[in-house]
């Protein structure tokens, strides 16, 4: 249940007509809402909604604190505005938050007539007069409007910052053990998060045919769980590369309380100031290049290829999107607002041409937007049940940012609306015939059952 934040203030001192002006907005904007919901007044008055009233109990509750919200809804039109309110602890949602996300789509559909909107707007301004609540402060929301997609190194060192830097035992509350903030593999619905965690690790690797030995180099490291296991379980020199301080300095101390400090190695470092051509055997780049910008996709592809050994082996893990590009919407706004600045999505079929295009031969292609909906619930529900901690090192707000960033993503994974694929593919050699980079078939992946 959400931790309640306000005082109450005396129905006494509101006129009654701003009350029923409230009231009337609520009832046009939620009275066709498919489903049943339940909304407190900052009055203390509980209203139900919905086309199953009667039918089915409210799943969740609202808890309406500032009137003004409803102000704010009718005027800036569209969803963010509520997100915005609860960020800030002017609306609360008791119950199921899931469900609760349905409003977005019931509001992205909603159509009233031009009387019914003359009426919303009279009634929204009205409110304008309606005394100001005290609200305890949840803290400063994150917001990122200072970011504008050129994606230089300053830019994208920000940005990384921004979304990375939160604080290391904010995530380590949420995360498994090892801190993979990635997409899980689940080889059963009942696996727990670190197991399916570690069915991840082993998957790449195993996808990529790592061998003692090999160089291998993982961009955008985290905090050092691929590399760790990667050197520990397949014997090769590992390097990583992040751009944020503090994932850096939690992968050392990591490498170093393994004991690898002589096989991995991790630095803060741009993709686009990797040095060399021809020097690794393998590379891996597991949900980064969602930061990388699509403008910056083909200098991002050609790094890529020119750091890789000929016939050499290269995992591109990342989230895409549904649509051409990163047309502006309710959901890039939100997610550019608020969670990754910078951040851009894709077509997958448009990133594997973009792959081609850079002389890559694709040679596998694994869809796992059901692990990762299934990952993501797993991560709402460890933070939930550490919302006392997680407050002592973030806001109420930030922890109400992700904890809302994260259900949306995990209903948005499951509809198909976001997807996230593993493409991998190899180096095409100088010289014809083609060697064979991988197997002829995938027999290979699923023989060996993971015991670690």
């Known amino acids: 249940m959400a931790r309640s ?7 006494s001192r509101v006129d009654p007509g701003l009350n029923e002006a409230a009231v009337r907005i609520i009832h046009k904007l939620l009275s066709r809402f498919d489903g049943s919901l339940a909304l407190r007044l900052w009055n203390d008055a509980t209203h139900s909604f919905g086309q199953r009233v009667g039918q089915v109990a409210p799943s969740f509750t609202l808890v309406l604190r500032d009137p003004k919200v409803l ?23 008791e119950g199921d938050l899931y469900a609760a996300l ?31 609540r005290k609200i305890a402060p949840a803290g400063a929301v994150p917001t990122t409007r200072q970011f504008h997609h050129d994606h230089s190194l300053e830019s994208d060192r920000a940005a990384i910052s921004h979304h990375y830097d939160v604080s290391n035992d904010f995530y380590k509350l949420f995360l498994d053990e090892r801190m993979v903030y990635s997409c899980a593999y689940f080889h059963a619905a009942d696996d727990t998060l670190e197991a399916a965690q570690r069915q991840k690790l082993d998957h790449i690797c195993r996808k990529l045919r790592l061998a003692p030995g ?27 590369i992040t751009l944020s301080q503090a994932q850096l300095d939690e992968a050392r101390k990591r490498i170093a309380a393994e004991g690898l400090e002589h096989l991995i190695t991790v630095e803060l470092r741009d993709y686009r100031a990797l040095e060399g051509e021809g020097v690794y055997d393998k590379v891996s780049s597991v949900g980064m290049f969602e930061h990388v910008g699509l403008a910056n996709l083909p200098q991002y592809h050609a790094t890529v290829h020119r750091v890789l050994k000929p016939n050499g082996l290269f995992l591109n893990h990342g989230i895409t999107h549904e649509e051409d590009g990163w047309q502006p919407s309710v959901d890039t706004e939100f997610i550019n607002r608020y969670v990754f600045p910078d951040g851009e999505l894709d077509r997958v079929s448009a990133i594997q041409a973009g792959m081609e295009r850079a002389q890559f031969e694709i040679q596998d292609v694994e869809n796992l937007r059901g692990h990762y909906a299934r990952t993501l619930r797993h991560w709402v529900s460890r933070l939930e049940a550490r919302h006392d901690e997680a407050t002592i090192y973030v806001s109420e707000a ?51 059952e993971i015991t670690c």
């Open 398 to 448: 930030t922890y109400r940012v992700w904890r809302l960033y994260m259900a949306a993503s995990a209903l948005e994974f499951e509809s198909g609306g976001t997807g996230i694929y593993q493409i991998l593919a190899s180096r095409r050699p100088d010289a014809r015939p083609y060697a064979q980079p991988v197997p002829l078939t995938r027999r290979d992946l699923y023989d060996r």
């Open 102 to 132: 349905g409003l977005k789509h019931h509001f992205q559909t909603l159509e009233l007539t031009g009387r019914e909107r003359a009426a919303l707007l009279l009634d929204a301004l009205r409110l304008a007069f309606m005394p100001a």
């Open 214 to 240: 090999e160089r291998f180099l993982d961009i955008g490291c985290g905090w050092g769980a691929l590399v760790i296991w990667a050197a520990r379980h397949y014997g090769v020199k590992a390097h990583g």
């Open 5 to 11: 934040t306000s005082t109450t203030l005396p129905t």
């Open 71 to 93: 102000r704010d809804l009718v005027l800036k039109r569209g969803p963010i505005p509520l997100a915005d309110a609860y960020f800030h602890g002017r609306l609360d949602v």
